[in-house]
């Protein structure tokens, strides 16, 4: 889906900031899912924005187009404020991965654990201020004074000086944050402060996540969303589905060759021609044995590693069931320099589990080359799920754990940041009080397993509550109020 090309406004001898290609999508076409009187509001919504923004831009900045929530919802967002009529770019910075380190541990910092990476000290500040300083003047050959750029996360606050210098308009976006405010939080925002001064409004995941020194600054809070019409979230067939889960080795069964066939976004028919890049399992999971998943990247803070444990330690009482840990292709994601390790240790756990507990746990890394082909394979692995987990340590709002309730499938979360949102335990899902409570984690797996019944009432109050808070006409709504706000201003 996502693709790079190089601006047209660049002039000869400079380097252009990657602009990402993305083709309009009409949000009317959200009608059928989100009914009438909703579609009205996000027509008058995009509307206004669009009547106030005149000939002005709004650029959306980050720093990868794939393999993570934000590259996930920009690209869905971009197309349909493009479809509405607005003319809405998004940038993707460039930089090397020194600083993609430094970015990482800024990463773990807001969200209130420490990590090891390089010293936030004046060498790395005058480093980032020289990275952000270099992609605002790439960025400023194609952005217009008086157009409105979001800069998301750490890896672009940089940015924002220049830009504001520039004459636009600056939103910066944090995607993480941390209810608690701590030593970690205090070092990153030490560090971001100077930079992000100069923005004009900020947008966060939770009101929590705000620090107090923006307290009297321009906030919205909003959450993230998910398109129901894209290729990770349309319906699809369930032979379709359970095919395209025997391809990545999570079935037994099948005919000997058999193709998955899914239908593409344009209607036409698609297939799923790649395997996993990486599959460590013993032999794939019987046709009728339930499957609990997690996908996510190969970051600590998703716990990929605690999951398989608490598998592990639990599976006498999980019922036959089978663990799939999924993520992307470790070489996939160009701004988490963290991935190989984290899969190589994932590897290594499981490596060193009696086999009775590892031939039913299997390690998945999905090919990222076709990014349809891509979301395609996460749907069916959600749809296909008994369980979905998402046991994370720290989250800032859970793509995945939205994703799997509008498919009404039960989720097993930690009771951490935006997911507490997202799912009202015992309502829409169940909820981790601890994250790190390993042995409640399989219990509570073991006690949806078990428990059909209670898992379907949840996979439907979770489908509900996808429908009426988390799919992208919200979010729509809301960004066109804060873009006219900061327009008009
Ligand atoms: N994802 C994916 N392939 C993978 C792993 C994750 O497409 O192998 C997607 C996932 O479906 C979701 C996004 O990446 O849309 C992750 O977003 P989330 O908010 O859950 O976490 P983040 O990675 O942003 O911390």
Same mark, same amino acid.
């Given at each position: 889906m996502?693709?790079l090309?190089?601006?047209?406004?660049?002039?000869?001898?400079?380097?252009?900031?990657?602009?990402v290609?993305?083709?309009?999508?009409?949000?009317? #076409? *959200? =009608?059928?899912?989100?009914?009438?009187?909703?579609?009205?509001?996000? /027509?008058?919504?995009?509307g &206004? @924005?669009r009547?106030?923004?005149g000939?002005?831009?709004v650029i959306?900045?980050n720093?990868?187009?794939?393999g993570?929530g934000?590259?996930e919802?920009?690209?869905?967002?971009v197309?349909?404020t493009?479809?509405?009529?607005v003319?809405?770019?998004?940038?993707?910075?460039?930089?090397?991965?020194?600083f993609?380190?430094?970015t990482?541990?800024?990463?773990?910092?807001l969200?209130g654990q420490?990590a090891?990476?390089?010293?936030l000290?004046?060498h790395?500040?005058?480093?980032?201020?020289a990275?952000?300083?270099?992609?605002a003047?790439a #960025? *400023? =050959?194609?952005?217009?004074p008086?157009?409105?750029?979001?800069?998301? /996360?750490?890896q672009?606050a &940089? @940015?924002?000086?220049?830009l504001?210098?520039g004459?636009v308009?600056v939103?910066?976006?944090?995607?993480?944050?941390?209810?608690a405010?701590?030593e970690?939080?205090?070092?990153a925002?030490?560090?971001?402060r100077?930079?992000?001064?100069s923005?004009?409004?900020?947008?966060?995941?939770?009101?929590?996540?705000?620090?107090?020194?923006?307290?009297e600054r321009?906030?919205?809070?909003i959450?993230?969303s998910i398109?129901?019409?894209s290729?990770?979230?349309?319906?699809?067939?369930d032979?379709?589905?359970?095919?395209?889960?025997?391809?990545?080795? *999570? =079935?037994?069964?099948?005919?000997a060759r058999?193709r998955?066939?899914?239908r593409?976004g344009?209607g036409?028919?698609g297939?799923?021609r790649?395997?996993?890049v990486?599959?460590y399992s013993?032999?794939p999971?019987?046709a009728?044995?339930?499957?609990?998943?997690?996908i996510?990247?190969w970051d600590?803070?998703?716990?990929?590693?605690g999951?398989?444990?608490?598998f592990?330690?639990?599976?006498?009482?999980l019922?036959?069931?089978?663990?799939?840990?999924?993520?992307p292709?470790?070489?996939?994601?160009s701004?988490?320099?963290?991935g190989?390790a984290?899969?190589?240790?994932?590897?290594?756990?499981w490596?060193?589990?009696?086999?009775?507990?590892?031939s039913?746990?299997?390690?998945?890394?999905l090919p990222m080359?076709?990014?349809?082909?891509?979301a395609v394979?996460?749907?069916?692995?959600?749809?296909?799920?008994?369980v979905?987990a998402?046991?994370?340590?720290?989250?800032g709002?859970?793509?995945?754990?939205t994703?799997?309730m509008?498919?009404?499938?039960?989720?097993?979360?930690?009771?951490?940041?935006?997911?507490?949102?997202?799912i009202?335990h015992?309502?829409h899902g169940?909820?981790?009080?601890?994250?790190?409570?390993?042995?409640?984690?399989?219990?509570h797996?073991?006690?949806?397993?078990?428990d059909?019944?209670r898992a379907?009432?949840?996979?439907a109050?979770?489908r509900?509550r996808?429908l009426?808070?988390f799919?992208?006409?919200?979010q729509?709504?809301?960004q066109?109020?804060?873009?006219?706000s900061?327009?008009v201003?």
């Amino acid at each position: 889906m996502a693709q790079l090309f190089f601006s047209p406004h660049a002039t000869a001898g400079e380097a252009p900031l990657p602009e990402v290609a993305v083709a309009p999508a009409d949000p009317s #076409l *959200l =009608r059928d899912t989100i009914g009438p009187e909703r579609a009205a509001g996000l /027509d008058a919504a995009v509307g &206004g @924005l669009r009547s106030v923004l005149g000939a002005r831009r709004v650029i959306d900045v980050n720093s990868t187009t794939a393999g993570g929530g934000v590259a996930e919802m920009l690209y869905r967002i971009v197309r349909y404020t493009r479809g509405a009529g607005v003319d809405a770019r998004w940038f993707t910075i460039e930089a090397d991965p020194t600083f993609f380190a430094l970015t990482k541990r800024l990463h773990h910092l807001l969200h209130g654990q420490d990590a090891p990476g390089p010293p936030l000290d004046t060498h790395a500040g005058a480093y980032y201020a020289a990275v952000g300083e270099r992609n605002a003047r790439a #960025l *400023l =050959r194609s952005v217009r004074p008086g157009d409105l750029v979001t800069l998301h /996360d750490p890896q672009t606050a &940089g @940015l924002a000086p220049a830009l504001r210098r520039g004459g636009v308009r600056v939103v910066w976006r944090s995607h993480i944050g941390s209810d608690a405010h701590n030593e970690f939080t205090d070092r990153a925002w030490a560090f971001l402060r100077p930079f992000l001064d100069s923005a004009d409004a900020f947008v966060f995941s939770r009101a929590r996540y705000v620090p107090g020194w923006l307290a009297e600054r321009q906030i919205a809070v909003i959450q993230p969303s998910i398109d129901p019409l894209s290729a990770k979230n349309r319906p699809l067939d369930d032979h379709a589905a359970a095919a395209i889960v025997r391809r990545m080795g *999570l =079935r037994a069964g099948g005919r000997a060759r058999e193709r998955a066939f899914y239908r593409r976004g344009d209607g036409t028919v698609g297939q799923v021609r790649r395997r996993p890049v990486c599959l460590y399992s013993v032999s794939p999971p019987p046709a009728e044995a339930p499957l609990v998943v997690q996908i996510s990247r190969w970051d600590p803070l998703k716990d990929m590693a605690g999951v398989m444990s608490s598998f592990a330690a639990g599976a006498a009482s999980l019922d036959g069931a089978h663990l799939a840990l999924v993520g992307p292709d470790v070489t996939g994601v160009s701004d988490d320099p963290e991935g190989g390790a984290v899969f190589a240790q994932c590897v290594d756990l499981w490596g060193r589990l009696p086999l009775r507990s590892r031939s039913r746990i299997h390690l998945v890394c999905l090919p990222m080359a076709d990014a349809e082909e891509n979301a395609v394979t996460v749907s069916a692995l959600q749809q296909q799920a008994t369980v979905v987990a998402q046991k994370s340590l720290a989250e800032g709002f859970g793509l995945t754990v939205t994703e799997a309730m509008w498919k009404s499938r039960p989720v097993v979360a930690s009771a951490v940041g935006g997911i507490r949102d997202q799912i009202q335990h015992g309502v829409h899902g169940i909820l981790l009080d601890d994250p790190h409570d390993r042995v409640a984690f399989a219990a509570h797996a073991g006690g949806l397993l078990q428990d059909p019944g209670r898992a379907a009432a949840l996979g439907a109050g979770a489908r509900r509550r996808a429908l009426e808070h988390f799919l992208d006409d919200r979010q729509l709504c809301q960004q066109s109020a804060l873009y006219q706000s900061l327009a008009v201003a």
